[in-house]
């Protein structure tokens, strides 16, 4: 093991309370920057990066679900007035809600499942400066709203590139707690763009949204890199 690597984990609790000081004064990007180094020092290790990525695609997998959901609810209410309007189509248009119910409770039970996953990553992460970094990163309300990030979302077509602001806000007063940028699924995307993506017509999908994401291989394109920046180290 190279020295710098070993005198980083040897002190590590020591350079956890240097960080913590930092951040108790007001310097959380010199604590950022102190976790940073650590890591450098410490050398590129993939299984710690295999938690990142999963929690990345977790993230992702995330909005793209909750965006699905706003969609239906929002679908659910639109029927819900047109009943009210005319009930000479009472019978059409409660089959259609009880459909949509039903669909409602399948991304409601997806929605869970994604967030029980993400807490087990975090619980399971290794302890180091690459998971208090990432910690400390996703307690910022604002993290998602970094100039690279919304330069992302405006290149992907996204809301971040017109006057909208929906990544600033909640999609759904039912998840007020989930603020975050574009997916395909996004409604005000969708009627701009004039047509819904189907993800059926995608070719090897997994994750909505994310391609090419492979933090395995420690040689990064430029994409990678700021995206980790993004969600890691917010420098």
Not at 79 to 96: G, P, T
Not at 126 to 151: F, M, T, V, Y
Not at 155 to 174: A, I, L, V
Not at 178 to 185: A, D, I, L, Y
Request: proline letters at 3%; aromatic letters at 10%; charged letters at 30%.
């Amino acid at each position: 093991m190279p020295p710098k690597a070993t005198l980083a984990k040897k002190f590590d609790s020591a350079f956890q309370r240097l960080e913590d000081k930092y951040e108790r004064s007001g310097k959380w990007r010199k604590a950022q920057k102190l976790r940073r180094k650590q890591h450098k020092w410490r050398g590129y290790d993939p299984y710690i990066w295999r938690h990142v990525q999963a929690y990345i695609e977790c993230d992702i997998k995330l909005r793209y679900e909750i965006h699905v959901e706003a969609a239906l609810l929002a679908n659910h209410e639109t029927l819900y007035h047109r009943l009210n309007e005319d009930s000479s189509m009472a019978d059409i248009l409660v089959s259609e809600m009880q459909d949509l119910q039903k669909k409602l409770q399948e991304f409601a039970r997806n929605i869970w499942k994604i967030e029980r996953e993400t807490h087990t990553i975090l619980s399971f992460f290794p302890d180091g400066p690459i998971k208090r970094a990432l910690c400390a990163r996703q307690q910022q309300s604002d993290w998602h709203l970094s100039e690279w990030l919304r330069a992302d979302c405006a290149g992907h077509g996204g809301c971040c590139g017109r006057g909208c602001g929906c990544c600033t806000r909640p999609r759904s007063e039912k998840r007020p707690n989930h603020v975050g940028h574009c997916t395909m699924e996004c409604m005000c995307c969708e009627k701009v763009r004039g047509f819904k993506i189907d993800i059926e017509d995608l070719d090897d999908v997994e994750v909505p949204m994310l391609t090419n994401l492979d933090l395995m291989d420690d040689k990064w394109d430029s994409y990678t890199v700021h995206l980790v920046n993004a969600y890691v180290w917010g420098l």
